[in-house]
């Protein structure tokens, strides 16, 4: 079953959304536990069998956005300053876990990462979701960009000494 990679972030968010819920029960889920979330997910909302549709694409975002979710919860703090997370919907939280995520740790591009997350966010959240999402990712975005010209720039200062 061929599976778009808009379609397989559908399904991200969705199982990263039942993963927050989970997370407020258990706390810490285990591998296992996640896994059979992702499983769980995959199984029911595409109707095709895990095995034959989950895919590296996939699961490097699910379990790279559960390992780093402190940072990506930080700079959700950091960019959403007047949003306590408890106060951001679990429908947008699951859209910019993924988002940040993408940002921070794959080489999609930018413009790529916030498009695809303001059409989740127009699918899933509420009216106002798109803007928030897309201020929040281009925020990220921009401070990111600051970030790595200033790495390079002292790279370039110091291959020049």
């Known amino acids: 079953m061929d599976v778009s990679r808009h379609q397989r972030r559908i399904y991200l968010v969705q199982a990263i959304y039942l993963w927050e819920h989970q997370q407020g029960r258990d706390k810490k889920l285990d591998e296992k536990a996640a896994e059979a979330l992702l499983k769980y997910t995959w199984e029911d909302f595409s109707s095709a069998p895990y095995d034959e ?6 699961r490097d975002r699910f379990f790279g956005m559960i390992d780093n979710i402190k940072k990506i919860r930080k700079f959700l703090i950091l960019f959403a300053p007047d949003w306590p997370l408890d106060k951001i919907a679990t429908a947008d939280r699951a859209v910019l876990y993924l988002g940040l995520f993408e940002l921070l740790h794959t080489d999609v591009p930018p413009a790529v990462v916030i498009n695809e997350a303001v059409e989740l966010a ?8 798109s803007k928030f999402v897309n201020g929040v990712l281009s925020t990220a975005n921009k401070d990111q960009e600051k970030k790595t010209a200033k790495k390079e720039k002292k790279k370039t200062k110091k291959e020049a000494s």
Request: proline share 0%; aromatic share 14%.
């Open 53 to 58: 549709t989950i895919s590296e694409f996939d």
């Open 122 to 129: 127009k699918e899933f959240g509420g009216e106002r979701s």
